[in-house]
């Protein structure tokens, strides 16, 4: 029997997205998808492939923060942008992460790059694409994940109450024009990446994201 993605997330993600998917798209990607996993070594695993969804629930849903593609070494991707798994050495792009967040929260850089407890406080930790190949970045890109990505911050777009969405470097700012409700906040900044001599350290967007939903009467992210 055919893989269909859309069946493998949670129901109220798939009702949300069923409005803005195209469903010969996501039949096309559903076969790429299931032959890379037979064929390679792809990340995350197919258990993690939805977790971001699982672990933050369209209900629960308010702020956004968008990656490009999973890490693509062993036992780091889990289906979560930027995080890692706990006992993982945290790659660069969270180090610089946890410095930000020292810098503007005071929060003293956690041991783990585990972000799972963000993700069940209503943080989407979304990838553009969300597999890859093992040791090949973008190797999945432009296969039909970010119909599919579109879609879900075009769902989040039609939520009633403020949603934050934290857009860093060029690739994830570009999908700014997504966002159309007046109510929704989008705070965008440079990558965390070390690659990016600016424009991310120094952004504070932990204590801005935390005012925005504030000011909508939403509770903070205990970051």
Not at 167 to 188: C, P
Request: net charge neutral.
């Amino acid at each position: 029997m055919a893989l269909d993605l859309i069946d493998l997330l949670p129901v109220a993600w798939r009702e949300a997205l069923s409005a803005f998917l195209d469903p010969p798209t996501v039949a096309t990607l559903s076969r790429f998808v299931d032959e890379e996993y037979a064929r390679h070594t792809v990340f995350p695993p197919r258990p993690d492939l939805f977790a971001a969804f699982r672990l933050c629930s369209q209900e629960t849903a308010r702020v956004l923060i968008l990656g490009q593609d999973p890490y693509h070494k062993v036992g780091q991707a889990h289906g979560l942008s930027f995080s890692v798994r706990p006992g993982v050495a945290l790659p660069p792009s969270l180090r610089n992460i946890f410095k930000e967040l020292q810098d503007d929260l005071g929060v003293v850089p956690p041991t783990s790059g585990d972000l799972t407890a963000w993700a069940t406080q209503g943080v989407l930790l979304l990838n553009a694409v969300l597999t890859v190949r093992e040791g090949k970045p973008a190797s999945h890109a432009s296969r039909g994940w970010e119909h599919v990505t579109d879609a879900v911050i075009r769902a989040l777009d039609a939520k009633a109450d403020r949603v934050v969405f934290l857009l860093w470097g060029a690739y994830a700012r570009r999908k700014a024009s997504l966002v159309t409700a007046a109510h929704h906040v989008v705070l965008e900044a440079g990558h965390p990446s070390p690659m990016n001599v600016r424009g991310f350290l120094g952004s504070r967007p932990f204590s801005a994201c935390n005012k925005a939903l504030l000011d909508a009467g939403r509770q903070p992210v205990d970051w």
